[in-house]
């Protein structure tokens, strides 16, 4: 059974830097493409940043340029750096994967990935 910690989440001040990680277990984690979501309080989940089998990624608008997503397949973790932060940053973060025979897929939809982990806070002052 595949299962997916994340860690890294704190209370920070805007402007300040953090690095999420998302461990995988139960499953082979270079087979996987790996999403990192986020839920603010009293708002839907979001999509954040996706990385496929091959290391392709993207990233949501609002953190283009600030947040990046990365992999270390020899470590079954994924990374997602975060810079610049901002107060609208402040949500519980999630990653999530999704196994996939196409090293370059990649993919924002959160209902596609099917194993989530259970989230860590980060919360940003102003």
């Known amino acids: 059974q595949v299962q997916l910690v994340e860690s890294g989440g704190r209370s920070v001040q805007a402007g300040d830097s953090l690095r999420l990680s998302c461990v995988l277990s139960g499953g082979i984690f270079s087979d996987y493409v790996v999403g990192w979501f986020r839920q603010a309080p009293g708002k839907e989940r979001e999509f954040v940043a996706t990385?496929?089998?091959?290391?392709?990624?993207f990233h949501h608008a609002s953190v283009r340029g600030r947040f990046a997503i990365s992999r270390d397949n020899g470590k079954d973790t994924a990374y997602l750096q975060m810079t610049t932060l901002k107060p609208q940053d402040t949500a519980v973060y999630y990653c999530?994967?999704?196994?996939?025979?196409?090293?370059?897929?990649?993919?924002?939809?959160?209902?596609?990935?099917?194993?989530w982990g259970q989230g860590t806070q980060v919360t940003v002052s102003s």
């Open positions: 999530a994967a999704l196994e996939h025979v196409d090293p370059n897929y990649y993919t924002d939809f959160g209902p596609y990935y099917r194993n």
């Open positions: 990385i496929s089998r091959a290391s392709t990624t």
